[in-house]
């Protein structure tokens, strides 16, 4: 079956423009994670959608950053006023919770967002 | 405190060679599960493999086992016979049962050089 997708693939935007990313999870998957990869670097947590749940945003970096998720399927990432600091790849991924610790994301390829 | 560590930012290994790259974590929690994954330079995280807490087994997958030390908090992946395609970053993951499942945290990773 299909996996995670992501558009657009690349965003050249200029500082203080806002951006919004996309990710389709895997069908069925009701858990969507969003994470932050800065060039050479680990991955950062952003924000966490299940189900019907209220989202956990702990990992936003700032009121600047935003995400939904509609129907439970699609969801977007959106940055406002975009900083250079915001440059990096973003990364979603799906899962299908029941599973506990062994619950396995899926990851999309990834946007990587320059902002020049 | 670091929850995953993965102290080697470079390796090198030469093609058909075993390698080992190690993970150490840190957590309370007595159910937990254990993921590693790897990125190419594409940049999609691609699952490779599972342990969990409580598997009485060191888990495998093809060529990929995992070392699976719950008292020293070691779950060091090993790649068997390396191949060229095996060059890429390595990201050991942990997700802990506290808390809800949701939230894996991400060790830094390794980049892995296979030699010809």
């Known amino acids: 079956g299909a996996g995670v997708s992501q558009s657009p693939s690349n965003k050249v935007t200029e500082k203080g423009k806002d951006v919004e990313l996309r990710c389709d999870p895997i069908?069925?998957?009701?858990?969507l994670y969003w994470y932050r990869q800065s060039l050479g670097q680990g991955l950062e947590f952003l924000i966490y959608?299940?189900?019907?749940?209220?989202?956990?945003k702990s990992g936003l970096p700032s009121d600047r950053f935003s995400a939904e998720r509609t129907g439970g399927s699609v969801s977007t990432l959106t940055i406002q006023r975009t900083q250079q600091e915001d440059s990096a790849v973003y990364l979603c991924a799906s899962s299908s919770p029941g599973l506990g610790v062994r619950d396995t994301q899926y990851f999309g390829p990834g946007t990587r967002l320059t902002v020049l | 405190a670091q929850k995953i560590t993965q102290t080697q930012p470079g390796m090198f290994v030469q093609e058909k060679e075993a390698v080992t790259l190690d993970c150490t974590y840190d957590t309370s929690d007595p159910s937990y599960g254990l993921f590693w994954y790897k990125q190419p330079s594409s940049g999609e995280m691609i699952f490779l493999i599972y342990?969990?807490?409580?598997?009485?087994q060191n888990a495998t997958e093809g060529r990929y086992s995992l070392n699976f030390q719950k008292a020293r908090k070691s779950a060091n992946l090993v790649i068997s016979a390396s191949q060229l395609g095996d060059s890429a970053m390595y990201f050991c993951?942990?997700?802990?049962?506290?808390?809800?499942?949701?939230?894996?945290?991400f060790g830094t990773g390794t980049k892995l050089q296979v030699i010809p």
């Open positions: 993951a942990m997700r802990e049962a506290a808390g809800g499942y949701q939230k894996v945290t």
């Open positions: 959608f299940q189900g019907n749940s209220a989202p956990d």
């Open positions: 342990q969990g807490s409580y598997d009485q």
């Open positions: 069908s069925g998957h009701t858990a």
